[in-house]
């Protein structure tokens, strides 16, 4: 069964911090990596990682992907209020099934 | 381009009861995925229907039922509701392709009294 560990669960950073969030997979036939942020109900796509795209970068987020060693980190630097919100990866694996690790909680103090 | 619509929005329903929650997709997307959203545990995956056949399924209960239409539009249904179902139910729907991201509704918040 697809596995996604992400962590942490939860983090409190100030403004102006960089915060590195984790996630590793066990996954048969990778497809693709994605990192979402939910903030209020609908989780809203960040990025995509793949075989062939194993670097984003937008504005102050950035994420890699490791294929050898099973995970995906994202970066963000120069946090804001604003980014406060749970930060979800999912993999996609066989049958195109994404699968999606149980978040991690960024909160941004000012 | 409308965005994934679900309806209700909010529901209340009494243990026993049964209930059906709607996904329209996006225009021209032909996956449509369903999970279930409670504090600590993630997206929970239910079960995905791509071109009205079930493509994969997670590990629910049978009370946990879906399908879709000729025009993608899902429905997912639970029987025999319980207090545990309460819950967040979000769908997502995907464009043909594996290298695709999927796009969420605003989910159906399902309480159970």
């Known amino acids: 069964e697809d596995k996604v560990v992400q962590s942490p669960l939860s983090l409190v950073v100030h403004e102006g911090d960089t915060v590195t969030l984790n996630c590793s997979y066990e996954v048969t036939n990778f497809r693709s990596l994605l990192w979402y942020k939910q903030e209020k109900k609908a989780p809203t796509f960040l990025f995509m990682l793949t075989s062939s795209g194993i670097e984003k970068k937008s504005g102050r987020l950035s994420s890699i992907l490791d294929k050898k060693e099973l995970f995906s980190i994202l970066n963000i630097t120069a946090t804001q209020t604003g980014d406060s919100a749970v930060y979800l990866c999912?993999?996609?694996?066989?049958?195109?099934?994404?699968?999606f690790g149980k978040g991690t909680l960024l909160t941004v103090n000012p | 381009k409308a965005g994934v619509t679900q309806t209700p929005r909010y529901l209340i329903k009494t243990r026993g009861q049964q209930v059906t929650l709607s996904c329209s997709p996006i225009s021209g997307h032909r996956s449509v995925s369903w999970y279930q959203q409670t504090p600590g545990q993630g997206l929970q995956f239910l079960f995905e229907?791509?071109?009205?056949?079930?493509?994969n399924k997670g590990n629910f209960p049978g009370r946990f039922s879906g399908r879709q239409f000729s025009n993608s539009r899902s429905e997912m249904n639970v029987s025999t509701l319980e207090l545990g179902d309460s819950a967040l139910y979000l769908c997502?729907?995907?464009?043909?392709?594996?290298?695709?991201?999927?796009?969420f509704g605003q989910g159906t918040r399902l309480t159970v009294v």
């Open positions: 999912a993999v996609c694996g066989s049958n195109y099934k994404l699968t």
């Open positions: 229907y791509f071109s009205e056949t079930q493509r």
């Open positions: 997502a729907s995907r464009a043909q392709g594996a290298d695709t991201e999927a796009f």
